[in-house]
């Protein structure tokens, strides 16, 4: 069992920045990937970044160049810095982990068996 809490979310301006927290706790050390998903009232909720436990990242193309994901395994913390803030980037963000699987770290939430309670993040224009 991993159990995940969220913080740092907030309102930003455009252009803004905002860096998001995901504390694990429990068997963590067996977490094969670790993702940041969002979602608002109008879509699914989508992956947004993901990191394999050896350092792998993979993003979705709206936020390449602009979110960077990073964990830090001593304090079992996963973190989204997010740059360049859109109104778009507006939605609740999810943190979650799975204990399975391999190759390129998945964005679609099937692959995610342990989630947060998650954090809100509005940008305004």
């Known amino acids: 069992q991993v159990q995940l809490v969220e913080s740092g979310g907030g309102s930003v301006q455009a252009g803004g920045s905002l860096r998001l927290s995901c504390a694990a706790s429990g068997d963590t050390a067996s977490s094969e990937f670790m993702g940041w998903f969002r979602q608002n009232t109008r879509k699914e909720r989508e992956g947004v970044a993901a990191i394999a436990r050896d350092g792998r990242t993979n993003y979705a193309d709206s936020v390449k160049g602009r979110f960077t994901i990073a964990k830090d395994n001593a304090k079992n913390t996963l973190y989204l810095q997010m740059d360049s803030l859109k109104s778009e980037d507006t939605a609740m963000y999810y943190c979650?982990?799975?204990?399975?699987?391999?190759?390129?770290?998945?964005?679609?939430?099937?692959?995610?068996?342990?989630w947060g309670q998650g954090t809100q993040v509005t940008v305004s224009s």
């Open positions: 979650a982990a799975t204990q399975r699987g391999s190759g390129l770290p998945p964005l679609l939430r099937l692959h995610y068996s342990y």
